[in-house]
């Protein structure tokens, strides 16, 4: 392990480099690894720290014990519900949801979702946020907000629709049924489903060949296909002469031609 990786801002938040990928467990098991407003800081600290960090070339998100993460905890003092109803679930959302999420979507490095267990409310916003998610087959993702009278959140309103389409996003959210992991993957709301005794291995395989890929191209895919949702074909093809532009000068571009004409193995440095 890194040592840079290893001191760690909350004790509910495991940190692991191996190689260059790192690998973030949410550590609250007896809870299903739900979010204290201190674990979504503590999570989008260790992420900005990677972000500036050119070691880390992937990061994957996963949670100890059985669950995932079961999103909020609704035991935190921060969103205590108190008679007469004056929780500020808005403030939380804002200064908290919004910035983890904000952050994990502008990592300059792939990111993976390893779901090992149930991924629930902004639990399975966090998921679903990153690049690739993998669900053990047991897994499961639910969206729980409906049922304790909220919206979706953590971004699930625009990736819902994006991934699953209208209808499913729907049916999702309103009827708060229980998807299982292969479903999941049938309905594109995630890339994979692996058998439990294949699952660490998938990931790890999934991690290490993202972690020795061009970075920064990556990032910019991913950017580019977010935005792309919002633009025209013109501004689409605008977009990726620009960014074609800048990754053409870029010292990936030049190792990744190298290596193909000298029929060799690239190795990517840039971030
Ligand atoms: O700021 C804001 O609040 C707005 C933001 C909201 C974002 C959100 O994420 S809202 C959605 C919050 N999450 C939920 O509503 C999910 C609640 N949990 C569940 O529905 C179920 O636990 C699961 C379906 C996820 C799993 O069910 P199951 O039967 O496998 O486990 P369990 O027995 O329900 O839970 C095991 C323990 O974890 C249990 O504790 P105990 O009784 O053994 O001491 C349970 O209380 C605890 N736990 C599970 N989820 C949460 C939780 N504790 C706190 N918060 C949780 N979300």
Redesign the pocket.
């Known amino acids: 392990m890194n040592p840079d990786h290893s001191p760690s801002v909350s004790p509910y938040l495991g940190a692991d480099l191996c190689g260059a990928v790192l690998t973030l467990t949410l550590q609250r098991p007896?809870?299903?690894n739900?979010?204290t407003t201190e674990l979504i800081d503590a999570l989008r600290a260790r992420l900005e720290q990677a972000a500036a960090d050119p070691a880390v070339r992937c990061v994957v998100i996963t949670g100890a014990g059985?669950?995932f993460c079961?999103?909020?905890?609704?035991?935190?003092p921060?969103?205590a519900a108190v008679e007469g109803g004056t929780?500020d679930?808005g403030a939380?959302?804002a200064r908290?949801?919004k910035p983890l999420m904000l952050c994990l979507r502008a990592m300059p490095v792939p990111t993976v979702a390893a779901v090992n267990g149930?991924a629930?409310?902004?639990?399975a916003?966090l998921a679903l946020a990153c690049d690739v998610a993998i669900a053990r087959r047991g897994a499961n993702f639910?969206q729980?907000?409906g049922?304790?009278g909220?919206i979706p959140?953590?971004g699930a309103t625009w990736l819902l629709p994006r991934l699953a389409g209208r209808a499913r996003a729907l049916g999702m959210t309103l009827l708060g049924e229980?998807i299982g992991a292969e479903r999941a993957a049938h309905m594109g709301l995630i890339w994979s489903c692996v058998d439990d005794d294949a699952f660490e291995a998938e990931v790890t395989r999934t991690a290490e060949r993202l972690a020795g890929l061009p970075t920064r191209a990556m990032a910019r895919t991913r950017a580019l296909i977010d935005d792309a949702q919002h633009t025209s074909f013109a501004q689409a093809l605008d977009a990726e002469a620009l960014a074609q532009g800048e990754l053409g000068r870029a010292p990936d571009y030049a190792e990744g031609v190298a290596a193909f004409t000298q029929k060799r193995a690239p190795r990517f440095t840039d971030r």
């Open positions: 007896e809870a299903l739900s979010l059985r669950a079961a999103g909020q905890d609704l035991k935190d921060a969103v929780a679930l939380v959302v908290h949801y149930v629930a409310g902004a639990g916003s639910l729980a907000f049922a304790i909220l959140d953590s229980k």
